[in-house]
Nanobody, 117 residues
């Protein structure tokens, strides 16, 4: 199983980034996919989640209206479009895949997003 995030980097306040997470080694279309983030000294927090069939998405309150999660099951990839970025969005962003069973819970290595003011 592999989850490989990309698209992070340094961006100015108000800018945008699009993160990608390429998945392999499991039936991607059957898994709910999420993005989490962890800032220095803070616990990992949920950013957004999308169900296996893209029927439902959900976001942490502070990301609603600014971030959009989407997926392309044909490409085994999940995306996170981040707009109107703020310094508080600075964190390592992680991709997560969650299947039906508790053991089916996979993480990527993370990608750093830094928002400078």
């Amino acid at each position: 199983v592999q989850l490989v995030e990309s698209g992070g980097g340094l961006v100015q306040v108000g800018g945008s980034l699009r993160l990608s997470c390429a998945a392999s080694g499991f039936p991607f279309s059957s898994y709910a996919m999420s993005w989490y983030r962890q800032a220095p000294g803070k616990e990992r927090e949920l950013v957004a989640v999308i169900t296996s069939g893209s029927r439902r998405t959900d976001y942490a309150d502070s990301m609603k209206g600014r971030f959009t999660i989407s997926r392309d099951n044909a490409k085994n990839t999940v995306y996170l479009q981040m707009n109107s970025l703020k310094p508080d969005d600075t964190a390592v962003y992680y991709c997560n895949a969650l299947g039906r069973w508790a053991s089916e819970n996979y993480w990527g290595q993370g990608t750093q997003v830094t928002v400078s003011s």
